[in-house]
């Protein structure tokens, strides 16, 4: 072969290489799909819906162990706030701390606060109303509430504490106690005239409250009030001053329990979706509370006479 052959030929062979990089090239370049079909969504969510998840998670951490000390972490951690975020658990927690240092303290002594929130009961529940209170704990609350009533329904989650109330409640005239789960779905529709919720609501998250509050507004007659009180961010600076504690302490902030806050507007607009009107918001004073603690906001509702159109 020639000089010149050779080079004809090593250009033949390059142009024929490159063609080969560039048809392999557009191969790889081929457009992604944002777009599946029917039946690969169909796969998907049967896949993400199937109880494979944790077979999935091993095979995961096999292929990146570099993962293995992040999974044990979150695995820890979730431990530890599902043992926490059990109301029940968490509430036996607390009256055990506190009686080490009371011994004849009962749930909530030292959380003081009731002026504001107890001025609204007596002013917008009837003196003959039936009433429930929501989740009474160790009677407390319900040791002012009962005098302002006719007859008093008080329920709580754990048997434990509404034995607790009982005995804190003897002197007072009957009240009945029921034991309740979930979200107020064991509700009875319009049996009472007013419903009582004192640090009861900030326990749920937006959709829970959605539904919790249903189950109320259906509890009650036409007419019937509903008291409660929850955490909002009312004032500038609030919700910055919380970041900031999300910043050092981590979210659900130095909470042993799960608490919500959320703008009052925010309590506002799901009431309302809840088909309550709101005849009146009230925030507990500061100088109400023994410890330093963000004061309640008190919500006073009405399920409307007639349903809204
Ligand atoms: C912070 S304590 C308040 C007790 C009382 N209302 C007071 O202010 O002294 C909240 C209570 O609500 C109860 N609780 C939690 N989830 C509940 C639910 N879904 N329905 C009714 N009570 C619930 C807890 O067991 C606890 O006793």
Known sequence: MTLMEEQRASRVDA?????????????RAAPVRFEATE??????????????????????????????PHALRVALHGASAGLRADHTLSWLIHVDTVRQVIP??????????????MGLV?????????????????????????????TLVANDISERIL???????????????RVTSGLGDDLCPEEFDAVIGHELLMQFNFDELLRYGSNV?????PGGVFVAS???????????????MIRNYGAGV????????????????????????????????????????????NFVLRRPLTPAS
Not at 122 to 150: K, N, Q
Not at 163 to 177: G, H, K, S, W
Not at 217 to 221: D, G, V, Y
Request: hydrophobic share 35%; glycine share 10%.
């Open 15 to 27: 142009q024929a290489s490159n063609a080969t990089v560039s048809d392999g090239t557009a191969d």
């Open 163 to 177: 034995a607790e109330a009982r005995a804190a409640t003897v002197d007072l005239p009957p009240i009945e106690f």
């Open 254 to 297: 130095r909470s042993p329990f799960r608490v919500h806050r959320m703008p009052r507007r925010t309590y506002q607009d799901i009431f309302e979706a809840c088909g309550f009107e709101v005849v009146e918001v009230q925030r507990s004073r500061p100088d109400e509370y023994k410890a330093e603690k963000t004061p309640h906001t």
């Open 39 to 68: 039946d690969e969504s169909r796969r998907i969510a049967a896949l993400a819906g199937s109880t494979s998840g944790s077979i999935r998670l091993a095979r995961l951490l096999l292929r990146q162990p570099r993962l293995v």
């Open 217 to 221: 507004q259906r509890a009650l007659k």
């Open 104 to 117: 004849n303290g009962g749930m909530g002594a030292t959380w003081g606060g009731l002026d504001t929130f």
């Open 230 to 244: 929850v955490y909002t961010f009312d004032e500038p600076g609030e919700i910055s001053r919380h970041m900031e």
């Open 122 to 150: 007596a002013r917008h529940v009837s003196r003959d109303a039936h009433a429930l209170e929501l989740g009474c704990g160790g009677g407390r609350v319900t040791r002012h509430i009962r005098p302002l009533v006719g």
